[in-house]
């Protein structure tokens, strides 16, 4: 049910320390769900949806899941997984056309590559946009 009120928390899978640093509110595993889909979760910790759903893993079926915890009337589901080139993702037409939630793709965060790398690329040498944390390993390119 929408109570007309946008969601303030942010839920994100246990990156707890770095997820927090940007801005995320609420965590939650999937394991410890019970028997409610992780939609149900999500839609009664945000008060009837979230406002945006973010889908990186790749997997037709997270979409579904993604979309399906989306408040009605304006939440947005935001793909940026890849899933296999054949893999497909199943709506009803009904609900897609009355729930007024959007679903949309990413690539490269929705950035013009002309512009907006030199812009980032400043940012990071000038300290503004920090990454270097996101770095976990690195691997030689032996020849």
């Known amino acids: 049910m929408d109570n007309g009120k946008s969601s303030n ?41 979230a406002d945006y759903c973010f889908e990186c893993v790749g997997l037709a079926s997270l979409v579904q ?27 009803n037409s009904f609900d897609v056309v009355h729930s007024g939630k959007a679903l949309m793709g990413s690539f490269y965060g929705g950035a013009k590559p002309k512009s907006d790398i030199p812009l980032m690329l400043k940012q990071y040498m000038d300290k503004e946009l920090e990454v270097d944390e996101f770095v ?8």
């Not at 947005?76 to 054949?86: F, L, N, R, S």
């Not at 976990?136 to 020849?143: D, K, M, Q, V």
């Open 136 to 143: 976990t390993h690195e691997i030689g390119l032996a020849n």
């Open 65 to 91: 899941e993604a979309y399906a915890s989306c408040r009605k009337g304006w939440g947005k589901t935001i793909v940026m997984g890849v899933d296999k080139p054949d893999a497909q993702l199943n709506f």
């Open 9 to 49: 928390k942010t839920a994100g899978k246990p990156i707890r320390c770095k997820g927090k640093k940007f801005g995320v509110t609420e965590f939650i595993n999937s394991k410890e769900c019970g028997d409610k889909s992780l939609s149900q979760v999500i839609i009664e910790m945000a008060g009837g949806g």
